[in-house]
């Protein structure tokens, strides 16, 4: 194996096979790729092995830095990061990136059964939707309004479907993915001669391993490398949907030009320091600070936008992606919100030994798609 991929493959094997009971789950971001094995074990799940690899060096780039590797070098790195990591399943769930799909929310009557919604979503969709509607694949949830007592509920009689009072509107969740998309993921999965059991975007991945039993509006901030990912989740489905484009590896970029030092310099100056500031370069935490100030100012009007719209306050706010690992940044995100600023403990999902809690607990953003997709196999 090449040194730059013993270097940058990480990860820690916690013995067990593979198995019927087991299951895998494969985050595959624009810098890294992430991998999480857990099985069930006595009616529980438990974390078998997890490992990351940096994809830059598979296009002669920096760790950290933004890819667009082709099919079989992104099929490469899988391989190599499986066979590292000691993962024994060869059948994987998968995340598909968010920008290869388009979320938004449309409004039915409240009275149509459930059993006519599917033929009338794809039709409503179009309009939202700006490629032939045979390019892509739709999938919906109904979104609640409130939890509605047994009296208030009204049945079809025919056909045993839920049905709203006349007049009323219902929300629908609508998410539509690119069929080439999911092409080219199985192409990855079958050049690392691996099998997919599931395709599905990582958002809802990253909500299923960050999220407990939330009433209240919650904001889950993805931190990415190349963007930042809001989602605004109630009752466990997201009510909107935002991306900015400014991730980690911008403010590595930033680094690197303003202090003149390698990409690599930065992004290590970066993750070693934060905001907290290194002594001898006394203007990085401004750096990163301009970035960090754009990304909370437009979440602020993101937040803003949500409250007025449905006059419903955001209550708390959860980190994740590894770009939440920066130093510095829960502190600073506490002065600028004014909800609860708590960071993501995927990890607290499933059981592992007590010596790698702390290890679990500061890499658990970086892993919450993998660990949610292996979740849903799980379950």
């Known amino acids: 194996m090449n040194n730059f991929l013993t270097k940058l493959i990480s990860g820690f094997k916690l013995g067990g096979s593979g198995g019927g009971d087991s299951a895998v789950g494969v985050d595959i971001g624009s810098s890294a790729i992430k991998v999480v094995e857990i099985k069930r074990k006595g009616g529980k799940a438990v974390l078998e092995t997890y490992g990351s690899i940096a994809l830059g060096p598979y296009d002669n780039m920096d760790a950290g830095s933004i890819t667009n590797l082709s099919v079989e070098k992104v099929g490469s790195a899988l391989k190599e990061v499986l066979k590292q990591s000691g993962v024994a399943n060869t059948t994987l769930a998968m995340s598909i990136p968010i920008q290869s799909s388009l979320i938004f929310t449309i409004e039915l009557p409240a009275q149509l059964g459930e059993s006519q919604i599917a033929s009338i979503v794809p039709t409503e969709a179009r309009k939202y939707i700006p490629v032939p509607i045979d390019e892509v694949s739709i999938d919906y949830f109904i979104l609640p309004k ?10 079809d009689e025919k056909n045993g479907d839920l049905l709203g009072k006349d007049g009323e509107k219902m929300n629908v969740l609508v998410v539509a993915t690119q069929n080439d998309a999911v092409a080219k993921y199985r192409s990855i999965v079958s050049e690392a001669r691996m099998n997919a059991s599931f395709f599905e975007i990582e958002i809802f991945s990253s909500i299923r391993s960050n999220f407990e039993h939330e009433l209240s509006p919650v904001l889950l901030m993805d931190f990415g490398a190349s963007r930042t990912k809001l989602s605004i989740v109630e009752f466990g489905m997201i009510k909107s949907y935002h991306t900015i484009n400014r991730g980690g590896a911008d403010i590595t970029n930033s680094i690197s030009k303003s202090l003149s030092i390698p ?34 100012s437009e979440t602020n009007g993101v937040l803003l936008a949500y409250e007025k719209k449905y006059d419903r306050t955001i209550s708390k706010i959860i980190f994740t992606g590894g770009g939440a690992l920066l130093k510095g940044l829960k502190e600073v995100a506490i002065n600028n919100f004014k909800a609860e600023v708590e960071m993501g403990h995927p990890f607290n999902k499933v059981e592992a030994p007590a010596f790698l809690d702390k290890v679990l607990e500061n890499m658990g953003p970086e892993f919450a798609v993998a660990l949610g997709l292996a979740l849903r196999k799980l379950q």
Not at 146 to 155: G, H, Q, V, W, Y
Not at 273 to 294: Q, R, S, V
Request: net charge negative.
């Open 146 to 155: 409130k939890e509605a007592s047994f009296t208030e509920l009204n049945i």
């Open 263 to 296: 990409f690599n310099e930065a992004e290590k100056m970066k993750k070693e320091f934060g905001f907290f500031g290194n002594p001898t370069e006394k203007n990085l935490a401004e750096i990163i600070k301009i970035h960090i100030d754009y990304i909370l």
